[in-house]
């Protein structure tokens, strides 16, 4: 028999394709042969099919992992390692375990369990401090302890890479690892470095992260946080942190989709505006900015109290009063900037509308107000925000804009303000949390969004997916590396395993005339647009093999990426990537007398020329050094107010160079993974959506970690764990038990002959997948045919035991019924005889009852007669008593109430006093309870008091013990004297005596 047909014999359990459930556990109702065409089986349902089977059988349907293996915490522990194995596992751990954290080799996969679970206390931490990963349960700590330790051990840089789908738990999860970061690697001189970096997470999420119809609390930006450590006396402390963005999504402060809203600064100060009077604020739907998603609220949070903590957030990472004041002048300038109404313009002397022109009022109430706040001058806003101006080589002309345009130039400028106060905000936090003192080594926390696709696909959502082929083909790499590591290490031959390589589909948009390259073309042609970039791009890229034409239009393409097929539309591609806004209206914003808005619009040409400079600096223990030609070039930029277009960028191009940037430190570093799941859309707590689950699982590489190790050998044992589970399979003689390796060596050349199944390491045995499944099978067939034997045994011993158990009672129940015969004839006689003594006494007895039941009712008649001559009296004499009484009672009563009223108030002046000398005592006795000798003298007297009660419980003891003897000498005593007296028929005389006396 094949291990295929002793695998998939009757009763074994696999897995179906399901439409809705995508997998269905099912039994097999019949065993496999070889060369069969179908399997009959019996779905959990309780539905009978058949399965179509190829003639080699090559699409057998995946088998369950055996039981012991059900609910693993690492999931390459898993027998059979393919997709509905993941997946039943993941289930099991998470809604009947509530457990959301489980490992899949270097990967910490989390699943939002959408509650508030006590997993993240001071308790916690110090429980996962100085262990190793498997030791404790999977959690978020254990991977930050790895990451510390290894900090520790080898002084190297390591990063935490967080990816998920919004909603998923990202942010949480970095917070989490941050927080354990800063607990342990503290110190009481430096609590000040922790708080800070505690505190920027408000700080990031009230500027960057917004409500949308996935998450209340959606990260809409890519964040790199680097913890810096120093190195003291072996042990590592935090030092401080920098933070690098990416690709904040602007577009939402402009817009908003139904259900979303705008990023939760905005409606934090309009909740607080009571505060700021001077910025003349509103209702938060009052704004156009705001109210598009209608969900301005989120439940169970306060906006209010929300802008307290990033006030008090920034206050602790060194905002001043005056810039707290300018940034949220900034902000209502915002709001108040997408309140300015462009109106339509009718031509002079006449009704009809000129469509190649606007008007905005010069009394508009908003248009002054963001002049005023933002410190411009809100006419020359006005002007430029209805006219544009086209240069040519020796002159300009000004071409005035219609309503759309006009609006498009607003909304550019909201955005670009925006993103430039983001941009300060992030660099004060780095100046803040970077104290400038050179740093050993860095944890990297990555909190970046996972692949995204939605049913109209963007610019963003191609950038963000771009970023995610990126850090999955670095994620694949190392997860093959470490894979050759442990194999090296436990020295082991092995094939090289073929893993999936996107690098086709990173060409296809990075590469010469890629997807990239043709926009920033299309961008710098004058009459560019989206529909002739699209066309380009069915022309240039239809060689790449990941990218696809649509069957109808020239309006979207299709990308074929490593988890998903995505359909980009390219209305939008050619405005988001230029990022243009006008330049006349950054002069307006450059010539604030606003010091911040000053600051804020330069930010932009400091960090072209930054990124510029980058191919001539070099780095020095830890700073950018920038040639003299640069340094000169950028000090000049800062002195400049106006920003300049020279060296400016498209977004995908700046995007590109970050991400690789990026990649290169993570290539830098020892990478940590951690993949958030978000189980459902519904956002209940431990719901279980298997569809969505499957696919994020495929997205975010964990099922791509399942088959890079199911390409090798996933199954490992150490030789003792492998010794004791599977000794049996093995003769008496074949087993050494001083030779344990060689003892496990004999049990696999015995049950799996082909050499290609297994490996021996030097620690561990390497299994193939599916070969400790057959181990389990036929570990589980010699059971049954052992026990066969040993109940056949048994039950030869329970029948015999219950056929002499027959006999023995057969013979006891003759012997009772000859006895009970005897006794019931010598019962008969004693009753004839009792008879006749009972009938005697019995008529003595009827007689005497006779005679006192006479006398009694004469008694009883003089009783009566008598009782009732003294009632009369009695009454009569009760009258004059209860009269007398009541008086008594009334003037007690009065008595009484006024003894009453005079103790209560008497007794509340005695209460009030104890209790401040019963108080005063308590605080005392409490400050007593807290010291150390306090305890001692409680512990003790509490020993003093077990020793004597351990003397008066011997005492008793003792005590009892001798009245004990004393009692049984008396009872003897006693006993001898009844028997001296006791005379022949006493005993019938006593008995006489109680009958008829």
Known sequence: MSSEEMLYAK????????????????????????????????????????????????????????????????????????????????????CERQIIYTYCGIILVAINPYADLPLYGPNIIRA??????????????????????????????????????????????????MRYFAAVGGSESETQVERKVLASSPIMEAFGNAKTTRNDNSSRFGKFTKLLFKNNMGVMYLQGATMHTYLLEKSRVVYQAQGERNYHIFYQLCAARAKYPELVLDHQDKYEFLNMGGASDIERVSDADQFNDTVQAMTV??????????????????????????????????????????????????????GDLLKINPDELRRWLLMRKIESVNEYVLIPNNIEMAQAARDALAKHIYAKLFQYIVNVLNKSLNNGSKQCSFIGVLDIYGFETFEVNSFEQFCINYANEKLQQQF???VFKLEQEEYLKEGITWTMIDFYDNQPCIDLIESRLGVLDLLDEECRMPRGSDDSWAGKLIEKCAKFPHFEKPRFGTTSFFIKHFSDTVEYDVNGFLEKNRDTVSKELTNVLAQSNMSLCKQVMVLEDVDTLCTDANKNTTTLGGRVVISANRKQQLNETRRRVVPS??????????????LASLISTLHATTPHYVRCIKPNDDKIAFKWETAKIIQQLRACGVLETVRISAAGFPSRWLYLDFYMRYQLLAHRAQIDKNDMNQSCRNIVLKWIPDQDKYRFGNTQIFFRAGQVAFLEQVRANLRKKYITIV????????HRRRY???QGVISGIQCHARGYLARM????????????????????????RRYLRLRHSVAGIQQYARGMLARNKFYAMRDHYRAVQIQRFVRGVLARRAYQKRRRDIIICQAAVRRFLARRKFRGMKKEAKTIMHMEKKYMGLENKIISMQQRIDELNRDNSNLKHKTSEISVLKLNEARNEKEPGAGVQKYKGRLFG
């Open 645 to 658: 277009k020279q060296h400016k960028k498209t977004v995908g191009s700046q995007f590109q160079e970050s």
């Open 804 to 806: 002499v158990r027959l």
């Open 791 to 798: 109940q056949s045994v048994v039950r030869r011993f329970i």
């Open 825 to 848: 004839r010598v019962q008969k006689m004693r009753e004839a005889r009792a008879a006749l003594i009972l009938s005697k006494y019995a008529k003595g007895w009827l007689c005497r």
């Open 317 to 370: 990472l060194g905002f001043s009063i005056q810039q707290i004041a300018d940034i949220v002048k900034i902000l209502a300038g915002i709001l108040h900037l997408g309140n300015i109404e462009v109106c339509k313009k009718y031509k002079d002397g006449s009704d009809e509308e000129d469509t190649d022109s606007c008007e905005i009022f010069q009394n508009n109430m908003h248009l002054q107000v963001t």
């Open 11 to 94: 009763g074994a359990k696999i897995w179906i394709p399901h439409a809705e459930l995508v997998w269905e556990s099912a039994t097999l109702e019949e065993s496999y042969r070889k060369g069969a065409g179908f399997l009959k089986i019996q779905t959990e349902s309780g539905r009978l099919q058949e399965w179509k089977l190829k003639p080699d059988g090559s699409n057998l349907p995946p088998l369950r992992n055996p039981a012991i293996l059900v609910g693993q915490n690492d999931l390459t522990t898993l027998s059979y390692l393919h997709e509905p194995g993941v997946l039943y596992n993941l289930r099991v751990r998470f």
């Open 128 to 177: 996962y401090r100085g262990h190793a990963m498997g030791e404790l349960e999977p959690h978020i700590f254990a991977l930050a302890e790895e990451a510390y330790n290894k900090l520790e051990r080898e002084n190297c840089n390591l990063s935490i890479i967080v990816s998920g789908e919004s909603g998923a738990g990202k942010t949480v999860s970095a917070k989490y690892a």
């Open 476 to 478: 694949n790499q190392h």
